[in-house]
Structures are given as C-alpha cells and as structure tokens.
C-alpha cells in the first residue's frame, strides 16, 4: 500500500512525503533499488554512495531485503570520523559492514580510513577511486544543521576544488552525534572528519536523499524554502534535476 502524502517539486528538486519512516524507507528502498538495477542493465555495474546515521535506520532495514544484484555493486561511503577505529560503535566503516555490506556482499566496497596516518594522502587515495568511472547514485542524509556528508555550514563549499577532505566538525553537528547515542559525552564526539565535498556529491547521476524525524523539521524548512546558501548546505540540492528528497510527516511539519 502506497501511504505517499503529498509529492510536489521545488526549483529541480522534487519531494515526496509518507505517513511515517518505515513507508518513507520501503519506498526509498523501492526506487534505489530500481535505479541500481537500472545502471546494473546500463552499464554492467553500479557505483553507489551510502550514508549513515540513525536516519537511514528505516531505508537501509528495506533496501536489503531487494532481489539487487550486489555483486555487480561498487560500494562507497559519504564521510568518517578522524580517529576512530572501525571497531568504535560510531564507526561509520563499521555502520556500513553490520548494517549493508555484510548482509548483500556488494561486488566492491571502498572505505575511507579515518586513522590512516597520512590523511591527505587518504583523501587522494579516495579521490582517485571515484574519479575512476561516474557515480550512479549516493543515497544520502540531512543533518540537524542542514549538513550533507559532514559538510557543516563553517565548511560547506558549493565550488570546493577538492572532493575528499578534511574537515572540522561544528558543535551543533557534534550534539547530534552525541544525542542519537553514538557517544557518551561531547568530548568523547571527534573534532574532525574526512568527507566527500558537496560538489563530488552533486556529480553523483542520481541523488536519493531519506530524511525522517521531527529533529530535522527546522534543516527540511531550510533547505526547501530558504535561500540556497552554505547557511543550510542542503539546500543546493535544489539546483539539481535528479534528486529526490523523501521525507515522512514529521520531518515535513515545518514546510508551509
């Protein structure tokens, strides 16, 4: 049963609206696994962006129990934290293998090392991997402050040169990490993090992005009806013609 509310488009971005996460998520699940498919039958393999966090709970529960032909899959991620290991509970890498990779097995999977000793050298070693053929689809997020991947609004660029970097992690975007209980305390929340810039993002030939909960209602607002600003750095997903933002009803309670 289709439980969509409401579909409509901003400026090149279109919107569809569900009754709560689980019907957000199976119907996430449904067109990523469609698109995929799609690019499998292209092209002969799919090259794929994954986010994290507890939003993507609801789409990644669905989106592995889809007949997808994984072993045609290349795997990436979206960021990492500097520092932690793959073992750490808020390891992204180790989000990723529990929740996706291990259960499907893609053809490939890509992780970017946040305790790599040379960083720099990682971001490039990571650069080179996606520059190697076009990304077909990132399934992404929104943070509370309206981040996409880690880029937070200090350090958002919407014509960043580079597309792996360092980062430093703003406070409000630290108090999420440390409110869905990925750490005990603030401090214990890292300072930095290797990302995907907003441009290598937005190349992606497709962008599915899940959003739910009413802690994201104010960044929604922002991003669909405030100005396309690094203020809210979700909000450029606006200028482009394949992303669709899939949001539940209280993510959308803040849109007019």
Same mark, same amino acid.
């Given at each position: 049963?289709?439980?969509?509310?409401?579909?409509? *488009?901003?400026?090149?971005?279109? !919107?569809?609206?569900?009754?709560?996460?689980? *019907?957000?998520?199976?119907?996430?699940a449904?067109?990523?696994?469609?698109?995929?498919?799609?690019?499998?039958?292209?092209?002969?393999? =799919? %090259?794929?962006?994954? =986010?994290?966090g507890?939003?993507?709970?609801?789409?990644?529960?669905?989106?592995?129990?889809k007949?997808?032909?994984?072993?045609?899959?290349?795997?990436?991620?979206?960021?990492? #934290?500097?520092?932690?290991?793959?073992?750490h509970?808020?390891?992204?890498?180790? #989000?990723?293998?529990?929740?996706?990779?291990d259960?499907?097995?893609?053809?490939?999977v890509?992780?970017? &090392?946040?305790?790599?000793?040379d960083?720099?050298?990682?971001?490039q070693?990571?650069?080179?991997?996606?520059?190697?053929?076009?990304?077909?689809?990132?399934?992404? +997020?929104? +943070?509370?402050n309206?981040?996409?991947?880690?880029?937070?609004?200090?350090?958002a660029?919407?014509?960043d040169p580079?597309?792996?970097?360092?980062?430093?992690? &703003?406070?409000?975007?630290?108090?999420?990490?440390?409110?869905?209980?990925?750490?005990? /305390?603030?401090?214990? !929340?890292?300072?930095?993090?290797? /990302?995907?810039?907003?441009p290598?993002i937005?190349?992606? %030939?497709?962008?599915?992005?899940?959003?739910?909960?009413?802690?994201?209602?104010?960044?929604?607002?922002?991003?669909? *009806? +405030?100005?396309?600003?690094?203020a809210?750095?979700?909000?450029?997903?606006?200028?482009?013609?394949?992303?669709?933002?899939?949001?539940?009803?209280?993510?959308?309670?803040?849109?007019?």
């Amino acid at each position: 049963m289709n439980h969509e509310i409401r579909a409509f *488009q901003v400026d090149q971005m279109r !919107v569809r609206i569900y009754s709560d996460k689980n *019907q957000l998520g199976a119907a996430a699940a449904e067109y990523v696994a469609g698109v995929i498919h799609d690019a499998i039958g292209a092209r002969g393999r =799919a %090259r794929v962006l994954f =986010a994290t966090g507890a939003s993507q709970f609801e789409f990644l529960d669905a989106l592995v129990k889809k007949a997808i032909a994984w072993a045609h899959v290349e795997a990436f991620h979206l960021d990492e #934290y500097v520092g932690i290991p793959d073992t750490h509970p808020a390891s992204f890498r180790r #989000y990723l293998r529990e929740r996706l990779f291990d259960p499907v097995q893609p053809g490939a999977v890509h992780l970017l &090392d946040g305790t790599a000793a040379d960083l720099e050298q990682e971001c490039q070693r990571y650069t080179r991997l996606l520059l190697e053929k076009d990304i077909d689809l990132a399934c992404i +997020g929104i +943070g509370e402050n309206g981040h996409i991947a880690f880029n937070d609004p200090p350090v958002a660029d919407f014509h960043d040169p580079l597309w792996v970097k360092v980062v430093d992690l &703003d406070e409000a975007c630290r108090r999420q990490q440390l409110g869905e209980g990925w750490f005990p /305390t603030l401090d214990a !929340v890292p300072r930095q993090a290797i /990302t995907l810039t907003v441009p290598a993002i937005l190349r992606s %030939r497709i962008i599915s992005c899940v959003v739910p909960d009413e802690r994201k209602a104010e960044a929604v607002k922002n991003a669909v *009806q +405030g100005p396309v600003s690094t203020a809210c750095p979700a909000s450029i997903l606006r200028t482009s013609p394949n992303v669709t933002l899939w949001l539940d009803v209280p993510a959308a309670s803040g849109l007019q």
